[in-house]
Antibody
Framework: QVTLRESGPALVKPTQTLTLTCTFSGFSLNTSGMCVSWIRQPPGKALEWLAHIDWDDDKYYSTSLKTRLTISKDTSKNQVVLTMTNMDPVDTATYYC????????????WGQGTMVTVSS | SYELTQPPSVSVSPGQTARITCSGDALPKQYAYWYQQKPGQAPVLVIYKDTERPSGIPERFSGSSSGTTVTLTISGVQAEDEADYYCQSADSSGTYRVFGGGTKLTVL
């Protein structure tokens, strides 16, 4: 059974750096074609793709956020980590990680999401 | 930046057919994917690669593609289908993923 679970702080202050961890099971990021993405959703708003990392360590970022994002993987721990710098209240959202079976494929399995609030 | 355009809302009565469109310039080149999201839940993939249905998704869900528009069709809509629906694809290079703005399906 494939599962993903997001973890990280529920509350961060403006200007701080957010670090989120996606811990997954049931598949390996060493498998050819496998990818994990981060996606967020502000309250009441649409989904927004943030970044993804491929099995071969290729990384892609949203053009509007790329200066603030870093994605990395630890295949030994089955984890993908996203850092977002200079957090702002507009970054308040539920953050999801999700798996895809190809770098341009859809997201077949999602984590349950973690809500992050940015407030002083 | 690349955008996918969806209608904000669609309303249908139970048993009718709901059609939700998604438009984007790169859709002739890139596959589209559709997700259903109910309140407080993570999205669920209901259509992949324009027309394919994952296992476990009811047959009343189908997808089609024509030029720069893809369509999610729900035949014989049931009350449980009331949800937000998002299309997703990639830009023409296939590098960057993008979501549509979402469509709220209301079952009257």
């Amino acid at each position: 059974q494939v599962t993903l679970r997001e973890s990280g702080p529920a509350l961060v202050k403006p200007t701080q750096t957010l670090t989120l961890t996606c811990t997954f099971s049931g598949f390996s990021l060493n498998t050819s074609g496998m990818c994990v993405s981060w996606i967020r959703q502000p309250p009441g708003k649409a989904l927004e793709w943030l970044a993804h990392i491929d099995w071969d360590d290729d990384k892609y970022y949203s053009t509007s956020l790329k200066t603030r994002l870093t994605i990395s993987k630890d295949t030994s721990k089955n984890q993908v980590v996203l850092t977002m710098t200079n957090m702002d209240p507009v970054d308040t959202a539920t953050y999801y990680c999700a798996r895809s079976l190809g770098s341009d494929d859809g997201f077949d399995i999602w984590g349950q999401g973690t809500m992050v609030t940015v407030s002083s | 930046s690349y955008e996918l355009t969806q209608p904000p809302s669609v309303s249908v009565s139970p048993g009718q057919t709901a059609r939700i469109t998604c438009s984007g310039d790169a859709l002739p080149k890139q596959y589209a994917y559709w997700y259903q999201q109910k309140p407080g839940q993570a999205p669920v993939l209901v259509i992949y690669k324009d027309t394919e249905r994952p296992s476990g998704i009811p047959e009343r869900f189908s997808g089609s593609s024509s030029g720069t528009t893809v369509t999610l069709t729900i035949s014989g809509v049931q009350a449980e289908d009331e949800a937000d629906y998002y299309c997703q694809s990639a830009d023409s290079s296939g590098t960057y993923r993008v979501f549509g703005g979402g469509t709220k399906l209301t079952v009257l």
